[in-house]
C-alpha cells in the first residue's frame, strides 16, 4: 500500500477528551477515529489489526472442532424473558422499539440466542457436542466509557458456545479452548504477560477461569505466580484458595491487570430454562451441559497497544502489524519503487511512504504507527551499497544490500 | 468438512410464518436461522456464502482504489441533526438510550459519519480522491419484513463512500464503479439477469443508476433492452426518458426485478451541512463531491437463492457454493474417506456426507442444499471403476475413474 493512497493521518494530539492510553496512540497514528465515547471507527491500519486477530482466533477455533456462524444483533423478548431481559438483572442492555411494534435488545452475549437456536438441530446425543462460534459486533451500555477500545459501547469479539452431553464431555473441551487461548495470546504478542488467573466460581464450578495480562491500564488486581505461570484474582485471594491450588502466598506479586478471555462452565444454567434437551443413549432426555469462552478482539488490539508501545509510539508484533514493513523514500522515489513493487511481488506487506514530505516527519510517524521493520532508500544509503534497515525495537540502523535484506525478512 | 461435525440440519418444511422463497430455501437447507421477522443467524453454510460473496466484493473495491473501513452501529445524534435525524425525514430509524443519557440511533447508512470523520483527513486538494468501504451489518426498522434475507431488519452489505475534487473526478470512479459492479454480478452467477437500470434522479444527477435482476420475488418493475442490456425502471418510463436513453418502446420487456446494487452521485447533499471542504490549487475552500454505492450481501444471497434453484432445491454457483464438491458415501466409509482426504490435500473444498442415514436421504439433502459438483462412493460405483460424478445442473451421473474427476474438479 502506497501511503497516499492512505486517507488517514497521524496527528499530534489525540481528542482531548481521550483519556485512555490506548486510544490516545492508535487515535494519533491513524488506526482508530473517535465517533463518541466507548464507540470508535477502525480505519484501514485498524481493520488490517482487527481483521489479522479474528483470522488467529479463527484457526485457533476451528483447529478444537469450532465452526462459525453468524448470530444477530437484534434480540427477541420472548428468547430472553426466562433468563436476563430484565434490567434488573442485566444493567447495561441496549433495547429498542420495533416500528411494527414490540421491544427488541441489542445483543451483548449469545447464550440464550444459541440454546434456543440448538433446541432445532439437537434431538439425540448422535447430535453432540456441537461448537458454534460466532466472530462479531456487541453492544454494551456503559455507564462510563474511559478505557478506549478496551470497554466499548460497542466492541467487536468472539464467542464460542459449547453443547455437550455431560460434565465430562464438557472438561475435555474446556481444556481444549484453554490450550487454543494460551496459543492465541502467544500469537499476538502478549503470551508472556498474560496468565491464567483464578476468579469466582461460576455457577457449576468453584473457580472460572480467566486470562488476565499484567499492565497498569487494567481494571482487576491479581497475583501472579511466575513459576507456574498461572494467577489468583483478588476476589478469590484467601489462603483457603490459595492452599487448594498449592500457591505460596509468599511468591505472589500483585500486579494490574486487563482481562483478554474468559472461560466459563455454564453446566445447565441456560439449558434448563430454555429447555434445550437430547436423548441420551438409554432413550432418557437429559440437558445439554453448556460453555461459553469470550475473547475481546477490539480490546486484545487495545491490549497490545497498552503493552507494546514505547515513548515514540505503537510497537506491533508481526503477527498482527497492519503492514509488516514500512518502506521509506527519502528523496529516491525511483529506487524505493523497484524495491517496493520486487516485496510486494514475493508476498511481502509493505506500506511504502511515497508523501512528499520531510525526512524528520516520516521518521516520526513510522514510530509512531510501529511496523516490525522499517527500511529507508535514500541516496545515502543507495551510495553505502543497500538500503536502510532498522527494527521497531532496535535503535540501530543497519546497511543491508538486497540479499541480505530479503533473508532478514523472510526468515 | 464431515457433515456430521456440521451441527445444522436439513428439514422438510420451513416456519409456517415464512412466506419468502428464499429464506424457505435457506432455513430447509440449513443454511440460515429465523430468530423473528426479517432477522435471520447465518448458519455455517450461510457464513461460507455471505463470506465468499464478501470477498468476491472486497477485491473488486481494492481494485479500483476502495480501501476497507469498520464504520460503528451507534450513531450520534449530533452528527446527523443537520441532515436525516428526525423520524419525519427517515422513517426506518432503530433508536437507543444511552444509560448515561441521550439518545443514540442504529446506523442504515453511513454518510453522515463518514462526511463527519473525513473532516480530519481531508485538508487539501492533495487528499483526494478517497474510496473507504464498510462491510457491515446496518439496521433498518421496516414496518413489514415478509421477503427473507433480501429485506432484513438488520443485514450485511458493502458500502462504498467517494470523495472527490469536482464533479469530473467524480465521474470517472462512478464508471470504475459501474464497472467493478458488472463483474461482481458476473462472478456470483446472475450477470445474465442483471441490469444497469436508469431509475430516479438523485439531487445533482437527472438519474440515478441502480442494478436489478430479474425475478418474479422483486418488488420493483423494470422494463429491459436485451440487446444492449440496460433497463428502465418504471417510475421513470416515460416518453422522454426514453428518447433520451435512445430506447425503443416496442423493443422492452416488463419484468419484476430485484435491486440489487445502487450508486449514486451525491454531489455536495452531505458535504455541504456536515462542512467537509478542501483547498484547492488556488488556495480556495471547496465543497468536496459525494457518491455512495450499496450492495447488500445478505440480499445478494437471498437473489441468488431466488433465481438459482430448481424443484428439488438450492443450485449454488461455484463462485459461491459454500463447498464446491458433496462427498456421499453410500456404505464405503473406508474408500470415501481416502478421496475425501486426496480432495482436501489437493485443497478442493468438500462436504463429505458420512453420516449413517438411508441414501435417498442423502441425495435429497445434497439436492436441497445444492452445491455444485456430487460425488457418490458405494460398492457399485467402485465395482464400475471409479466414483459417480454428478453436476447439480445436470440429470445424469456417470462414473468417473480418480483421474477423470480430478480433471474435471481441477478444470
Do not use: C
Request: proline residues 2%.
Amino acid at each position: 500500500m502506497r501511503q497516499t493512497q492512505l486517507f488517514t493521518k497521524t496527528r499530534k494530539e489525540a481528542p482531548a477528551d481521550e483519556v485512555a492510553k490506548n486510544a490516545q496512540l492508535l487515535i494519533r497514528a491513524g488506526f482508530i477515529h473517535k465517533e463518541m465515547a466507548g464507540v470508535y471507527t477502525f480505519l484501514p491500519l485498524g481493520v488490517r489489526v482487527i481483521q489479522k486477530i479474528a483470522d488467529i482466533i479463527r484457526s485457533e477455533m476451528n483447529k478444537i472442532g469450532g465452526i462459525e456462524t453468524q448470530s444477530t444483533a437484534l434480540q427477541s423478548k420472548e428468547v430472553w424473558d426466562k433468563t436476563r431481559w430484565s434490567d434488573d438483572i442485566v444493567d447495561n442492555w441496549f433495547k429498542t422499539e420495533l416500528k411494527s411494534g414490540g421491544v427488541l435488545g441489542l445483543a451483548f452475549t449469545h447464550e440464550e440466542p444459541m440454546a434456543h437456536m440448538m433446541k432445532n438441530f439437537i434431538a439425540s446425543y448422535k447430535d453432540l457436542p456441537a461448537y458454534p462460534y460466532d466472530i462479531r459486533t456487541v453492544f454494551r451500555n456503559e455507564a462510563r466509557a474511559k478505557s478506549g477500545i478496551m470497554r466499548g459501547r460497542e466492541f467487536f469479539w468472539k464467542a464460542l458456545y459449547s453443547f455437550s452431553q455431560s460434565q465430562e464431555e464438557h472438561d475435555i473441551f474446556y481444556q481444549n479452548i484453554t490450550d487454543a487461548y494460551i496459543r492465541i495470546f502467544n500469537a499476538v504478542g502478549i503470551g508472556d504477560k498474560t496468565f491464567l488467573t483464578f476468579a469466582s466460581g461460576g455457577t457449576f464450578s468453584k473457580y472460572s477461569h480467566e486470562f488476565q495480562t499484567l499492565s497498569d491500564a487494567g481494571e482487576d488486581i491479581i497475583y501472579v505466580d511466575r513459576s507456574s505461570h498461572q494467577a489468583v484474582n483478588q476476589e478469590v485471594y484467601t489462603d483457603e484458595v490459595l492452599a487448594d491450588l498449592g500457591l505460596d502466598r509468599e511468591k505472589l506479586e500483585q500486579h494490574k491487570s486487563i482481562e483478554v478471555g474468559n472461560i466459563f462452565s455454564l453446566g445447565y444454567k441456560f439449558s434448563e430454562p430454555l429447555e434445550l434437551t437430547y436423548t441420551d443413549q438409554d432413550g432418557r432426555a437429559q440437558l445439554v451441559y453448556m460453555g461459553s469462552y469470550g475473547i475481546g478482539i477490539s480490546r486484545l488490539m487495545g491490549t497490545v497497544a497498552e503493552v507494546l508501545h514505547d515513548e515514540r509510539g505503537l510497537v506491533w508484533p508481526e503477527s498482527i502489524a497492519p503492514y509488516r514493513v514500512h518502506l521509506l523514500s527519502l528523496g529516491s522515489d525511483d529506487a524505493a519503487t523497484v524495491l517496493y513493487d520486487m516485496l510486494v511481488q514475493r508476498g511481502i506487506e509493505v506500506l511504502f511512504d511515497d508523501r512528499d514530505v520531510r525526512a524528520g516527519e516520516k521518521f516520526a510517524d513510522a514510530d509512531l504507527m510501529g511496523l516490525p521493520h522499517r527500511i529507508v532508500v535514500s541516496q545515502k544509503s543507495l551510495d553505502a551499497g543497500g538500503y536502510e534497515y532498522k527494527a521497531r525495537t532496535s535503535d540501530t540502523p543497519e546497511i543491508y544490500t538486497q540479499d541480505v535484506l530479503l533473508a532478514r525478512l523472510t526468515q
